[in-house]
């Protein structure tokens, strides 16, 4: 595991589509907030450059919708929330994720053997 | 606005223009940048890395394929500067524009041609600021009448030449 929360880029570059629809599945947000819920999972800094072009990517396959709102002071936030089709996209993405995941990680070596 | 994020923005909407970025995807992105720039108090390069490389990732050329709209425009375009052209002509000249009377023909042209401006200049890749509908890059008073004279300069001539000659 990492300490500092860093992981290889290429781990990133395949979970990052599917961890930021969870996060927007789970309540509407923004760009920064994304960034922060990333940040708290454990799962490292997600530079903005990293990470808008996630979010555009996922709104043009039609699993996020988007809306621009004032912010007090601020410029203005641009809102995502989840479609329909991100929803049933969330669940099959998540399920055939696990399934991977345990497929590898059955073919590790376990942490105890490595002691 | 900071010097850094000025330059970043500046930087960024010509890297993406040169990808032939459509105008309201480039609002979106550059407004995307200073919302989470003015989030994190981040520079805008540290964030998001050199303009050009962000620009990089986004796929342009999409306004460029030709299809019935287009057509459509640039037929419009065509028989409506032409009917004013052969109307003036007709006028100044005092010739009829072909089977129909010169003044007319201008009334069509400019019946057709004046909405058919209007149509792409509400369509034209302008970048708009998706927070506010603003332009993010206000072309300056003087840029559409340096434009139009420019464009109808050789008409004016045209009609010159043949009022001076008749």
């Keep these: ?115 | 606005m900071s010097t850094a994020l000025s330059t970043y923005r500046r930087d960024l909407i010509l890297a993406l223009r040169m990808r032939e970025v459509p105008g309201d995807r480039i609002g979106e992105i550059v407004a995307e940048v200073e919302s989470h720039v003015a989030d994190t108090g981040e520079d805008p390069l540290d964030a998001f890395g050199p303009a050009r490389d962000y620009a990089a990732g986004f796929a342009g050329g999409r306004r460029s394929r030709w299809g019935w709209h287009e057509l459509l425009v640039a037929v419009a375009s065509g028989v409506g500067g032409y009917l004013v052209a052969v109307g003036l002509l007709g006028l100044v000249g005092g010739t009829p524009a072909g089977p129909l009377p010169s003044w007319a023909a201008l009334l069509l042209g400019v019946a057709i041609g004046v909405p058919t401006i209007g149509h792409v200049r509400r369509r034209s890749s302008v970048i708009r600021d998706p927070r506010t509908g603003q332009e993010m890059l206000p072309v300056p008073r003087w840029v559409p009448w340096a434009v139009a004279g420019t464009l109808a300069a050789p008409l004016v001539v045209g009609v010159a030449v043949v009022a001076l000659s008749s």
Excluded at chain 1, 4 to 16: F, I, K, T, V
Excluded at chain 1, 27 to 33: F, I, K, L, S
Excluded at chain 1, 39 to 45: K, R
Excluded at chain 1, 55 to 77: D, F, H, V, Y
């Design chain 1, 1 to 115: 595991m990492s300490d500092d929360g860093s992981w290889p880029p290429e781990w990133m570059r395949a979970a990052l589509p599917l961890c930021v629809l969870a996060v927007v599945a789970a309540e509407e947000t923004y760009g920064y907030a994304v960034a922060q819920r990333l940040h708290a999972a454990g799962l490292g800094t997600v530079k903005g450059g990293t990470l808008y072009p996630v979010l555009n990517r996922l709104e043009q396959e039609g699993l996020l919708r988007s809306a621009w709102r004032e912010g007090a002071g601020g410029p203005g936030r641009k809102f995502y929330t989840v479609t329909e089709q991100g929803s049933a996209a969330l669940a099959e993405r998540t399920a055939a994720w696990h399934t991977f995941a345990e497929r590898a990680g059955r073919l590790l070596p376990s942490l105890e053997a490595q002691r």
